[in-house]
């Protein structure tokens, strides 16, 4: 059984479109996590969220909106998608609600022509 | 504004030597220290931590060290073997809910 699943692992698209990522843990975690690897490599923190309640937000376009509808999921949806965008997308879950150790989906990679 | 730093961004070693991996961070506030081990396709994966009131964690082949004056942490792995090749990132967290990673080291073992 994948503690962390995503879906999709792989998504095409055009600039413009909305695009969602879905993300399910199987842990029992109360927290979870988008993280944004970008073309140099660098994982950054995008949202988290805490038994459904937003905790983190980082300096993210309002284009991207997080949905938690339980602490098992938590959704990436995306307007208006740019090139930019393109990047390979990760979601994780967390026992504690501060950080440590994180277990990671295998991500979602965007790429928006 | 990256606050952890990999400056190698690749180390190659031969099977049974030891590797180092290096990282160094900026904020004074960190206190958790982390290093995850990524394959290709996959996400990454935790593999050892240390606490700042630490400077020294082992776990089997993986040991971490932490030097904090230097605000600079090391990981050794030894012996290496062929399935130690991967990428693997530093990361830190302020206990602030944040990790902050640093843009890895890929490490090949050579047989």
């Known amino acids: 059984d994948t503690a962390v699943s995503q879906t999709p692992k792989y998504l095409v698209t055009q600039m413009g479109n909305d695009k969602s990522i879905k993300c399910e843990q199987n842990l029992g975690h109360d927290t979870m996590y988008w993280y944004k690897q970008d073309s140099k490599k660098f994982l950054k923190i995008m949202f988290s969220?805490?038994?459904?309640?937003?905790?983190i937000n980082e300096t993210v376009p309002n284009r991207f909106s997080p949905k938690s509808p339980d602490k098992a999921h938590l959704n990436l949806h995306i307007n208006s998608l740019e090139l930019g965008d393109s990047a390979v997308y990760f979601c994780?879950?967390?026992?504690?609600?501060?950080?440590?150790?994180?277990?990671f989906g295998e991500g979602s990679r965007l790429t928006v022509l | 504004d990256q606050q952890v730093k990999q400056n190698s961004p690749s180390l190659s070693v031969q099977e049974g030597r030891i590797s180092i991996l290096n990282c160094d961070y900026t904020?004074?506030?960190?206190?958790?220290f982390l290093w995850y081990k990524k394959y290709p396709a996959e996400g990454p994966t935790f593999l050892i931590s240390i606490s700042s009131i630490k400077d020294k964690n082992e776990d089997g082949r993986f040991t971490v060290f932490l030097n904090k004056s230097a605000k600079h942490l090391s990981l050794h792995i030894v012996p290496s073997q062929p399935g130690d090749s991967a990428v693997y990132f530093c990361a830190a967290s302020a206990n602030d809910y944040k990790l902050s990673f640093g843009a890895g080291t890929t490490v090949t073992v050579r047989a």
């Open positions: 994780a879950s967390s026992h504690q609600s501060s950080a440590g150790e994180l277990f």
């Open positions: 969220y805490n038994n459904k309640e937003l905790i």
């Open positions: 904020n004074s506030m960190f206190d958790y």
